[in-house]
């Protein structure tokens, strides 16, 4: 079990919550874990506890905290699916990169100092993409982030590991976009990008009727065996 704690905003008032779970020990490194457009729920706190058993400290903050704080819900609930897709029209990435990095600092003053990841889901895969283009963290890993494609003029910038995990039958990451991200990274070393086909958008969900439990595990072993490898 994690708890919640404050951590200060960047270049405006206020701080948000961020759910965060200690491993037992010494952490190895640290984890932000980024939402899906559900909130910090259920299903993001356990990935974050997942993590800290693994020996990694994970703080999973609420991107919504500007204008729907506390923000929880279900997917598999269909009014509270749709409700989700219209509190996350005032989302802002570039604000999000700026929570990423008062986690990141955040997570190293808890460590006192260390290497620092970041993995996301959805809307969060997009904010770890962007996270890998405009931050310091030592590596990243999204899962399928619908909005990557609208970045690609930032894959420059990008000097530390990123992996990228797609659905081959994504209903909201269409086909062209996916082949788009991958040109755009093509001899990029620091870039791996995995297709899972035959499932949808959500597939590694903790839990719940979109997860796929194969595609979950593959997915999950390749960023576990990332993490281990660059936040050693």
Same mark, same amino acid.
């Given at each position: 079990?994690?708890?919640?704690?404050?951590?200060?905003?960047?270049?405006?008032?206020?701080?948000?919550? %961020?759910?965060? +779970? $200690?491993?037992?020990?010494?952490?190895?490194?640290?984890? &932000? *874990?980024?939402?899906?457009?559900? !909130?910090?729920?259920?299903?993001?706190?356990?990935?974050?506890?997942?993590?800290?058993?693994?020996?990694?400290?994970?703080?999973?903050?609420?991107?919504?905290?500007?204008?729907?704080?506390?923000?929880?819900?279900?997917?598999?609930?269909?009014?509270?699916?749709?409700?989700?897709?219209?509190?996350?029209?005032?989302?802002?990435?570039?604000?999000?990169?700026?929570?990423?990095?008062?986690? %990141?600092?955040? +997570? $190293?003053?808890?460590?006192?100092?260390?290497?620092?990841? &970041? *993995?996301?889901?959805?809307?969060? !895969?997009?904010?770890?993409?962007?996270?890998?283009?405009?931050?310091?963290?030592?590596?990243?890993?999204?899962?399928?982030?619908?909005?990557?494609?609208?970045?690609?003029?930032?894959?420059?910038?990008?000097?530390?590991?990123?992996?990228?995990?797609?659905?081959?039958?994504?209903?909201?990451?269409?086909?062209?976009?996916?082949?788009?991200?991958?040109?755009?990274?093509?001899?990029?070393?620091?870039?791996?990008?995995?297709?899972?086909?035959?499932?949808?958008?959500?597939?590694?969900?903790?839990?719940?009727?979109?997860?796929?439990?194969?595609?979950?595990?593959?997915?999950?072993?390749?960023?576990?065996?990332?993490?281990?490898?660059?936040?050693?």
């Amino acid at each position: 079990m994690g708890e919640t704690i404050q951590v200060k905003a960047r270049q405006e008032q206020g701080s948000f919550d %961020v759910y965060m +779970a $200690r491993p037992a020990g010494a952490p190895r490194a640290a984890v &932000i *874990v980024i939402q899906e457009i559900f !909130g910090v729920n259920a299903g993001i706190r356990r990935k974050a506890d997942d993590l800290a058993a693994n020996g990694y400290l994970a703080l999973a903050p609420d991107m919504f905290w500007r204008f729907a704080p506390k923000y929880d819900v279900d997917p598999d609930v269909p009014e509270q699916m749709k409700e989700a897709f219209e509190v996350r029209q005032q989302f802002e990435l570039d604000k999000a990169i700026l929570d990423v990095e008062s986690c %990141v600092g955040e +997570a $190293r003053r808890q460590m006192g100092g260390g290497k620092v990841g &970041i *993995v996301g889901f959805c809307m969060g !895969g997009s904010v770890a993409y962007l996270a890998a283009t405009r931050t310091d963290v030592d590596t990243s890993v999204g899962y399928y982030g619908g909005q990557i494609g609208q970045y690609l003029n930032e894959t420059h910038a990008i000097a530390r590991p990123l992996m990228l995990h797609f659905a081959g039958d994504d209903a909201h990451i269409t086909t062209d976009v996916q082949q788009r991200i991958r040109a755009a990274l093509d001899g990029n070393r620091h870039a791996e990008i995995f297709d899972y086909p035959g499932v949808g958008h959500g597939f590694a969900d903790t839990f719940g009727s979109r997860r796929d439990d194969a595609a979950a595990r593959a997915a999950d072993a390749r960023t576990d065996a990332f993490f281990a490898e660059h936040l050693a």
